[in-house]
């Protein structure tokens, strides 16, 4: 089974600075992937960014990048530069390899920028 | 612009209702998904679908099932609605072949039974 732990219920942050978003994972696959999502008040869940465990290197994508650890089954997101639009629930996911695969989520992150 | 879309954004139903809940997708996927999602438990899978006509049961299939008859269509069916299937309800589909590429989700449906 997977599981995936976000520990942080609710996170501020100043504008401008960087955050990180703290995700464990388990799982006894040795191919899977790692997702964030991050879901505005409007209720959207927007995919944000996509770690492979046999990437080389880190995901990054504009502002959003993944600190993957895997012998430590750690995927925290990093959000450089906040703005007040980062203001949202943050959902750290992963899946078995396989498009087809179901997705499993953690309980997500409410983290709010301050001006 | 590809689209998942949910045919309620909100909805009112009595217990002890019949729910159709629907999901149409325009993306051309195989794979499509339902979750519920209640706070400080994240999103849970209710049901998910890998082709037409088939469904497989995810971690909460308790109360709900699923019909699949066309590609692009996913419904989930509250047979009775009680309280405690009041929440949000999401759905969202995927491409076997992309795998790098999260879901696509629909805009959700967040329903209350009284």
């Known amino acids: 089974a997977q599981k995936i732990t976000q520990t942080q219920p609710g996170m501020f942050v100043q504008e401008k600075e960087a955050v990180t978003l703290d995700c464990t994972y388990d799982?006894?696959?040795?191919?899977?992937?790692l997702f964030w999502y991050k879901q505005p008040s409007s209720g959207e869940m927007i995919f944000l960014i996509y770690?492979?465990?046999?990437?080389?290197q880190n995901a990054t994508e504009g502002r959003y990048s993944l600190n993957f650890q895997k012998a430590r089954k750690s995927a925290n997101l990093v959000i450089s530069a906040s703005q007040l639009g980062d203001s949202a629930m943050y959902f750290c996911?992963?899946?078995?390899?396989?498009?087809?695969?179901?997705?499993?989520f953690g309980t997500g992150t409410k983290l709010q920028v301050i001006p | 612009d590809v689209k998942v879309t949910q045919s309620s954004r909100y909805l009112v139903k009595r217990t002890g209702e019949k729910v159709f809940l629907e999901c149409v997708q325009d993306m051309d996927h195989e794979n499509m998904f339902w979750y519920r999602q209640d706070p400080g438990l994240g999103l849970r899978l209710i049901y998910f679908?890998?082709?037409?006509?088939?469904?497989e049961k995810g971690d909460i299939p308790e109360g709900y099932s699923v019909s699949r008859e066309k590609k692009e269509r996913f419904s989930l069916i509250l047979e009775s609605a009680s309280t405690n299937q009041t929440s949000m309800y999401l759905c969202?589909?995927?491409?076997?072949?992309?795998?790098?590429?999260?879901?696509?989700f629909g805009s959700g449906t967040r329903l209350t039974v009284v």
């Open positions: 969202a589909s995927s491409s076997t072949d992309r795998e790098r590429v999260g879901y696509t």
């Open positions: 996911a992963m899946r078995r390899a396989g498009g087809y695969q179901k997705v499993t």
């Open positions: 799982t006894s696959d040795p191919s899977y992937g």
């Open positions: 770690q492979g465990s046999y990437d080389q």
């Open positions: 679908s890998y082709d037409v006509k088939m469904k």
